[in-house]
């Protein structure tokens, strides 16, 4: 599903990440361990095409970074969830509109769209939130926000960069356990974090990068 | 087809979530557009000012002494057949008597006891032309008549007008041109800073997978509906303006022009509305998503 062959991308300030390969299989949720600026956010955005390797190749359902093209792009994302430290809501619209985007961007009809909505911040905990804006929500309820936008699509994969990040220990442990429920229906995930104590004891295949380089499993 | 109908609410939707810009746009549009309509206005009511200096071009023709009456309608159907000239009427030798009468009050009979004021015409000239009339080739063709004596003209200073004021219309498509430049660059800079201001929108959108197209089309749309909403106020702005402009003429004037205001002018506007805005909020969208 996802597969990184010798790959290597450097940033004009440094850091990046130097002669990686790795495979994730579908279905997997996996964690990526390491400190800041070891290359974990870099890996992500090369996951979903943000950033093209500037050696060896990275393998997204079939999509490789060879023959990637701009028009590309958008057909490889529609089938990656992504979630962000920062959220990344819009702050102008209210929690609906936040979670309907992605539907909207896959040409959903509005007749269907309300009730997946509803579905997918039922799923995160946040039913009954929809006309709630973002800054009217706590870091936790935004991250979920975060989360259902994410997952309303129903993706293949999902990627979590940092999704703790903001958190307090109880929200991080309940957005794990939100993450591990979706994984139960079958999406590949890989989320990113430096907080080992979140992650060590779950069974799952923990990646460990640092100065760029994976250091093992 | 959920798509566009979403997108073309969103670009709907961001006129009211950033009023204020959306508010200096219109405006700014709107003034840009109202001097280029007035300016239009003006260009198309040309002839009608130039038919108001024209009516007052008179040619005064003094025929020869031993010149009948009867001699002289047929010299005045000479005159009549100049390229230019619109009426010309006969003052046969009994109306100057009644004329200098009217102008002297005395009685030129009583005076001399004969009538030595010769028969004359009145030409007067065509007003309809769009294009200014040259006088001198007129006057040039009634002098070359022999039976004509003297040929008046005081049209030197009208002329002076008509050739400044043509100067002045000239120039308006060139002003009208700057203007419009004056408004691409608002719409174009409104949608560039729409664009900026939403940069995290965009982001966001990238990064769920959205085409360069659908982030694009409601910065566009947006633009569009500025520049719709600017050349609505345009038109009954224009049409008021004319209407003042007829009430200061009729009321405060003896000049007898009446304005109008063609709807094509409005209709051009618009076009060149739609066509700055597309192209404006296109080329603004894009230069951000490179």
Redesign the interface.
């Known amino acids: 599903m996802i597969e990184f062959q010798n790959v290597t991308y450097a940033h004009q300030k440094g850091n990046g990440v130097n002669n990686l390969s790795l495979t994730i299989e579908e279905g997997e949720f996996s964690f990526l361990i390491g400190p800041t600026g070891s290359g974990k956010t870099t890996l992500m955005r090369l996951i979903y095409f943000d950033l093209l390797p500037d050696a060896g190749w990275v393998k997204v359902n079939g999509f490789s970074s060879k023959k990637m093209t701009k028009r590309k792009i958008p057909k490889v994302r529609k089938f990656i969830g992504m979630v962000f430290q920062d959220y990344k809501l819009l702050y102008d619209r209210n929690l609906f509109e936040n979670v309907a985007l992605p539907l909207h961007v896959l040409g959903y009809s509005g007749r269907e769209i309300p009730d997946r909505v509803e579905e997918a911040l039922e799923l995160v905990g946040l039913e009954g939130k929809d006309y709630h804006l973002p800054n009217e929500l706590s870091g936790g309820e935004q991250q979920r926000a975060c989360l259902a936008r994410a997952i309303i699509k129903e993706p293949d994969i999902l990627l979590a960069d940092e999704p703790t990040g903001n958190l307090d220990p109880v929200a991080s442990f309940e957005l794990v356990r939100l993450l591990e429920t979706i994984h139960e229906t079958g999406t590949t995930i890989l989320m990113a974090s430096h907080n080992y104590n979140l992650i060590k004891g779950r069974g799952r295949p923990i990646y460990e990068l640092k100065d760029g380089i994976l250091r093992g499993r | 087809m959920?798509?566009f109908?979403?997108l073309t609410t969103e670009g709907i939707k961001n006129v009211w979530?950033h009023k204020m810009t959306a508010f200096t746009a219109i405006i700014s549009l709107f003034i840009a557009l109202f001097i280029v309509g007035l300016l239009a206005t003006a260009g198309d009511n040309t002839h009608k000012v130039l038919q108001y200096f024209r009516s007052k071009y008179k040619i005064e023709v003094f025929f020869k002494q031993d010149v009948s009456n009867e001699e002289a309608v047929g010299l005045i159907h000479r005159i009549k057949t100049i390229k230019g000239v619109r009426t010309a009427t006969i003052i046969e030798k009994e109306d100057a008597i009644r004329i200098f009468k009217d102008q002297f009050g005395e009685d030129i009979m009583d005076i001399l006891g004969y009538n030595p004021l010769p028969v004359s015409a009145v030409v007067n000239l065509s007003r309809t032309s769009r294009d200014p009339i040259r006088v001198e080739p007129i006057i040039k063709e009634i002098r070359s008549i022999d039976r004509v004596e003297e040929v008046r003209y005081q049209g030197n200073l009208i002329k002076k007008i008509e050739r400044n004021y043509r100067r002045i219309i000239d120039r308006f498509p060139y002003l009208a041109g700057v203007i419009i430049f004056v408004a691409v660059l608002i719409i174009y800079n409104t949608v560039k800073l729409s664009v900026y201001s939403r940069r995290?929108?965009i982001?966001?959108?990238?990064?769920?997978?959205?085409?360069?197209m659908?982030i694009k089309l409601p910065f566009i749309i947006e633009g569009f509906l500025i520049g719709l909403i600017s050349s609505a106020l345009v038109f009954p702005a224009l049409l008021g303006s004319v209407k003042g402009i007829n009430y200061i003429f009729t009321n405060f004037t003896s000049w007898g022009i009446r304005l109008t205001f063609d709807p094509v002018v409005w209709i051009w506007l618009f076009s060149l509305v739609v066509v700055i805005t597309l192209i404006g909020s296109y080329r603004a969208a894009s230069s951000f998503l490179k």
Request: net charge positive; charged share 20%; no cysteine.
């Open positions: 959920n798509k109908f979403y979530r995290e929108l982001r966001s959108l990238q990064i769920i997978g959205a085409t360069n659908f």
